[in-house]
């Protein structure tokens, strides 16, 4: 018989010994999945890139560098928060946890005013999707990842709701989290972790690769 | 009795798959794609070298699509399971499956037409083809909405016994968005993204048929669960 979401013990903070998953096993079969599907994205990217260096090193050179470092730090550092967040609500009485989700969202807005602000600049310049094949990949591979950010900023939204929700509650009767909340939170945190790597991929890839 | 029905509809999508593949692809020859680079006359040629060919596995297409009706009818009937009385994820699901049925009956008739009269101007018959492949890949949006639906019901489901795993709605949502790429054909004749590309063509596919033979054991043993939960009390 399918079990749904584990107990409503209250959980405590971790110990380094115990191996364990983060969220729910189920969330995985689409964070793998994703990741597969990008794999594949830059693979078929990387060979056809051999086959044409001079156009990718070209087009790639247009492209602005400072857009890229800028929105990778923003990630990073949203994924630091979203740790920081998740981590507080392990205690007994957690209290800044929204806080920080409020600021890993504040992170990825910065990464989505950056991404239009680049998108806007390359196509008043007349760049558009089907320039070359360098500016095909590149507006689908930004593009589908800014989709994932995009739903990305919706499950941090979740994610300071239910925080919110949990520290009320604490401060109260200092409960804590239960099992199933936080398991619901590490999912949500797991599929923002995962939005971060791959922009550390796309980003070296498309801006950096020499 | 109604678990028999059901046993027959999820039977139903596997009758799908198989004559898709028969006739789409064995008999009409339709896998690997034509290019969308190819000339009128060499569009025209496929259609009028396979003529009888064609239209006889379009045939075998076009009938295997009425079997995805009784596919999306059970999946709508165990996701009511889960919603109870005001079931809007299944009418969405029903809704956007019925257009996906629609949708899979529509390029075998107007491929069907391209072969019927294989003689005429090249350039009607490279039309014709262009609208068949154009409405088989680029019409995901149905698709989508059909996965997403049945991801948000399966996350919605609070019971003690979930009628499908919860594993099974993360399947789902990202059956759904990699459906997304085959929008982007109306760009490409050639590439990656053209509509005999890998991300367009070969990937949603790959995921599409998948999708059925994902769906179809845990549809089998969601039934199965309902016929023992619905034992008359003793």
Known sequence: MNKGLASEEIVSPLT?????????????????????????????????????????????????????????????????????????????????????????????????????????????????????????????????????????????????????????????????????????????ASYWHMVDLLWIVIFPLLYLLK | MSKKAQLFCVWCGIIFLVLFTLGWWLIAGYIPPISPALSANEVAAFYQQNTGIVRFGLLITLFSSAFNAPWVAVIATQLKRIEGEFPALTYTLLISGTIGTIVLFIPPMVWTTAAFRPDRDAELIMLLSDFGWLFFIMTFPPFFIQSLAIGLAVFSDKSESLVFPRWVGYFNIWVGILFIPGGLITFFKTGPFAWDGIFAFWLPLTVFFMWYLVMFPVLIKAIKQQSLTNLPKV
């Open chain 1, 16 to 188: 380094p010994e115990t191996p364990r998953v983060p969220g729910e096993a189920g969330v995985w079969i689409f964070i793998l999945g994703d990741m597969v599907v990008f794999s594949l994205f830059f693979t078929v990217f990387v060979y056809y890139r051999g086959h044409d260096i001079e156009l990718y090193l070209q087009s790639q050179a247009t492209l602005n560098q400072f857009y890229g470092v800028l929105n990778t730090l923003f990630l990073l550092t949203s994924s630091w928060f979203v740790v920081m967040g998740v981590e507080g609500l392990r205690s007994k009485a957690p209290k800044y946890s929204p806080h920080f989700f409020i600021l890993a969202m504040a992170c990825g807005i910065g990464f989505s005013w950056i991404k239009i602000i680049e998108y806007k600049e390359k196509v008043s310049a007349g760049i558009t999707l089907t320039t070359n094949d360098f500016y095909m990949y590149y507006y689908i591979f930004t593009g589908l990842h800014f989709l994932h950010v995009l739903i990305g900023l919706g499950v941090l939204l979740f994610l300071l709701f239910k925080a919110k929700i949990i520290v009320q509650r604490s401060s109260h009767k200092s409960t804590g989290t239960t099992q199933k909340e936080m398991t619901l939170i590490e999912s949500g």
